[in-house]
């Protein structure tokens, strides 16, 4: 009997479609799923607790052998809404900006864009976890993930950080990328592939089982986020990297 395939994954919001397509599929009985932080599923996938995850693209250079294993993920065309600087004064007047370390994609876009699009100074420190309380004044705040769409009615000024990467380059963006860096079985990734894309065919079921009032899901998952990773997106990531990478 061959040993389950160890699966990294968030329990954000925009996980659940694919996460219920592999639940609901074949694929469900050769899996098991963990869940964690985006910033510890690459820790995980290091030391070899997981076999893929859904992995913070930032994450990818730093881990040996470490390849895209499906056509699915993350990504967004312009507006995500769920990665965003938010803060109570305009861009130019912010002085400090508290960075959410539980994803290393969004603190590296943000960092990036402030320095390059925005062409900022700003004072980074680390968010601790009520960090949300301290946004106000001068100081703003990178807030990722489910935190990020209950807070959109909270603050002045959001910076959607897709959308400004795009302004920036042109480009779609990846936040995660379903990553192993060790072969899987025969076969796997095509049925990996069905399962995610299965999960799609099954939107109305996903919103119904996650009650939120704070944003409709409807709207997330078909105009914010984008799940199939085409070329357009690619081009992106790579760039993403690229310049991550020379930023060192």
């Given at each position: 009997?061959?040993p389950?395939?160890?699966i990294?994954?968030?329990?954000?919001?925009?996980?659940?479609?694919?996460l219920?397509?592999?639940e609901?599929?074949?694929?469900?009985?050769d899996?098991?799923?963990?869940v964690?932080?985006?910033a510890?599923?690459?820790?995980?996938?290091?030391v070899?607790?997981?076999?893929m995850?859904?992995?913070?693209?930032?994450?990818?250079?730093?881990?040996?052998?470490?390849?895209?294993?499906?056509?699915?993920?993350?990504?967004?065309d312009?507006?995500?809404v769920?990665?965003?600087?938010?803060?109570?004064?305009?861009?130019?007047?912010?002085e400090?900006v508290?960075?959410d370390?539980?994803?290393r994609?969004?603190?590296?876009l943000?960092?990036?864009?402030l320095?390059?699009?925005?062409?900022?100074?700003v004072?980074?420190?680390?968010?601790?976890?009520?960090f949300?309380e301290?946004?106000?004044?001068?100081?703003?705040?990178?807030?990722?993930?489910?935190?990020?769409?209950?807070?959109?009615?909270?603050?002045?000024?959001?910076y959607?950080?897709s959308?400004?990467?795009?302004?920036y380059?042109?480009?779609d963006?990846?936040?995660?990328?379903?990553?192993?860096?060790?072969?899987?079985?025969?076969?796997?990734?095509?049925?990996?592939?069905a399962?995610?894309?299965?999960?799609?065919?099954?939107?109305d079921?996903?919103?119904?089982?996650?009650?939120?009032?704070?944003y409709?899901?409807?709207?997330y998952?078909?105009d914010?986020?984008?799940?199939?990773?085409?070329?357009?997106?690619?081009?992106?990531?790579?760039?993403?990297?690229?310049?991550?990478?020379n930023a060192?």
């Amino acid at each position: 009997m061959n040993p389950k395939i160890k699966i990294g994954a968030v329990s954000y919001l925009n996980t659940k479609p694919l996460l219920y397509g592999i639940e609901h599929s074949d694929i469900s009985k050769d899996v098991e799923i963990i869940v964690d932080y985006p910033a510890r599923l690459a820790k995980s996938l290091m030391v070899g607790d997981i076999d893929m995850a859904l992995l913070p693209v930032a994450a990818i250079p730093a881990i040996d052998g470490a390849h895209i294993v499906s056509d699915y993920g993350i990504a967004a065309d312009g507006n995500v809404v769920s990665v965003a600087i938010f803060s109570q004064v305009p861009m130019e007047e912010i002085e400090t900006v508290y960075l959410d370390y539980q994803s290393r994609t969004s603190v590296k876009l943000a960092e990036l864009l402030l320095e390059s699009h925005w062409k900022k100074k700003v004072v980074y420190k680390p968010a601790p976890e009520n960090f949300i309380e301290h946004i106000n004044g001068t100081s703003a705040g990178v807030i990722i993930g489910d935190r990020a769409l209950i807070q959109l009615s909270n603050f002045r000024y959001i910076y959607d950080l897709s959308a400004a990467w795009k302004d920036y380059t042109g480009l779609d963006f990846v936040f995660a990328a379903w990553v192993a860096n060790s072969p899987l079985p025969q076969g796997f990734t095509a049925r990996f592939n069905a399962a995610n894309a299965e999960g799609l065919k099954h939107l109305d079921t996903v919103i119904a089982e996650n009650p939120f009032p704070y944003y409709n899901l409807h709207t997330y998952y078909t105009d914010n986020i984008k799940f199939y990773l085409d070329e357009q997106k690619k081009k992106g990531l790579v760039k993403f990297l690229d310049m991550i990478g020379n930023a060192r």
